[in-house]
């Protein structure tokens, strides 16, 4: 047994894109390159998984996910809840490309980190590398819900341990830290995380994005905080210093959480003692 922390993303979803133009299809929608999950010629890459996000056309976040290749597939991992709308968006772009669409209703998601990573024998379960932080972890795809928790090494955790842990890397989650329409890759540190490529080429967003990113356009920036009185303001809540509004709540867990902060107030965060910004390890 190691001490590695289980946690079912019950929140998360999968949908299976396959179907001969998949590849071709998905590079031109999503911020990063489909091609990185490809074995090399002569070789077979370890198993990855892509972090990336679909954009409106001005470059402001829509959705975000992880993509796995699984055979002659490809596995999104997105939010729950907003994965109609996704589907929706994708089934927009396919008109005239041989691609298939399937949510795939029986498949979880897993998150577990402090351990190494250990395949287990089954052809149901797939363990991948989280991208975004060298202590994410993984994302595991367990193709039968029946399949208990148990089959995996690790304790099963909360919600809210997830979350400490994730916000304390300063990783956000879909929309519950960035705003549709509105948040840039810049802001959010998508780019930052490996989440955006700027050598594949054309994608929706593409040129908004590689602006803002090469030019540091961004004037505000998410950041994980901890709150000094133990207690971290409720998602949406103003930060407000000097009757200035600098920022506003995202998700949190017990005393930290993370905040879009106007960079230009930093410092006036830093000396109101109310908040200290957490420092995450090099990504």
Same mark, same amino acid.
């Given at each position: ?35 990185l999950?490809?074995?090399?010629e ?12 679909m ?29 109609? $709308?996704?589907?929706k ?12 669409? $399937?949510?795939m ?13 250990? &395949? ?13 932080h060298q ?23 909360t ?12 990783l956000?989650?879909?929309?519950r830290?960035?705003t ?14 490996g989440?955006?490529?700027? &050598?594949?080429g ?7 994005t ?31 210093v ?5 920022g ?5 867990a ?9 960079? $230009? ?14 420092t995450?390890?090099?990504?």
């Amino acid at each position: 047994m190691t001490n590695a922390q289980l946690y079912a993303l019950d929140h998360r979803c999968i949908i299976r894109v396959g179907g001969e133009d998949r590849a071709k299809y998905l590079q031109g929608l999503i911020t990063n390159d489909i091609d990185l999950l490809n074995a090399p010629e002569g070789g077979t890459a370890p198993l990855r998984t892509l972090y990336a996000c679909m954009l409106t056309p001005q470059g402001k976040f829509l959705f975000e996910f992880f993509i796995t290749k699984d055979g002659d597939n490809y596995l999104i991992d997105t939010e729950k809840d907003r994965s109609d $709308e996704l589907m929706k968006k994708l089934k927009l772009y396919k008109i005239r490309t041989k691609v298939e669409l $399937e949510m795939m209703e029986d498949y979880r998601i897993i998150a577990r980190y402090n351990a190494p990573n250990q &395949t287990p024998d089954s052809p149901q379960i797939t363990v991948a590398i989280d991208p975004r932080h060298q202590n994410a972890g993984e994302r595991i795809i367990v193709k039968d819900s029946a399949i208990p928790l148990t089959t995996l090494d690790g304790a099963i955790t909360t919600l809210e341990d997830y979350d400490y842990h994730r916000i304390s890397l300063g990783l956000p989650d879909g929309a519950r830290d960035m705003t549709p329409e509105s948040t840039t890759m810049s802001e959010a540190r998508i780019d930052a995380m490996g989440g955006v490529s700027f &050598t594949k080429g054309c994608y929706v967003g593409q040129e908004l994005t590689a602006r803002m990113h090469h030019r540091g356009l961004s004037k505000k920036h998410i950041y994980p905080l901890r709150s000094l009185s133990g207690i971290f303001p409720a998602r949406g809540s103003d930060i407000d210093v000097d009757g200035k509004n600098a920022g506003k709540t995202c998700s949190s867990a017990r005393d930290i959480g993370l905040a879009v902060i106007r960079d $230009e107030h930093k410092p006036q965060i830093e000396k109101s003692g109310r908040f200290a910004f957490i420092t995450p390890t090099p990504r």
